[in-house]
């Protein structure tokens, strides 16, 4: 088992920025890539980042590219998501998310362990 602890979030005027942590516990997350998705009200969850276990290779959505920076501390177990610039659109529970063996890196079905989620607000 993992488990993810999602920290970070609150409220910000447009423009600013936040900085989200995913802590992992349990098992260990070494040799899996992690991942960012998002979910705004009455909206599926959708892919924001990820990045990989060995190179830190790192893929984002259109929407948050030159914006956001995932990143990760693999000897203290936690994933990082560094958001600037921040748009009213970017308001939503962002959840952190281990990679599994199946499905696609971005989308929900390429991951197999959540956190519970942490809210971001971003007025206009």
């Known amino acids: 088992q993992v488990q993810l602890v999602e920290s970070g979030g609150g409220l910000v005027q447009a423009g600013g920025s936040l900085r989200l942590s995913c802590a992992a516990s349990g098992r260990t997350f070494s040799g899996y890539a992690m991942g960012w998705f998002r979910q705004a009200p009455g909206k599926e969850r959708e892919f924001v980042a990820a990045?990989?276990?060995?190179?830190?290779?790192?893929t984002y959505a259109d929407s948050v590219k030159g914006r956001f920076t995932i990143s990760r501390d693999n000897a203290k177990n936690t994933v990082y998501l560094q958001m600037n610039n921040l748009k009213p659109e970017d308001t939503a529970v962002y959840y952190c998310?281990?990679?599994?063996?199946?499905?696609?890196?971005?989308?929900?079905?390429?991951?197999?362990?959540w956190g519970q989620g942490t809210q971001v607000t971003v007025s206009s």
């Open positions: 990045i990989s276990w060995r190179l830190g290779v790192t």
């Open positions: 998310a281990k990679r599994g063996t199946t499905g696609q890196h971005m989308h929900v079905t390429g991951y197999d362990y």
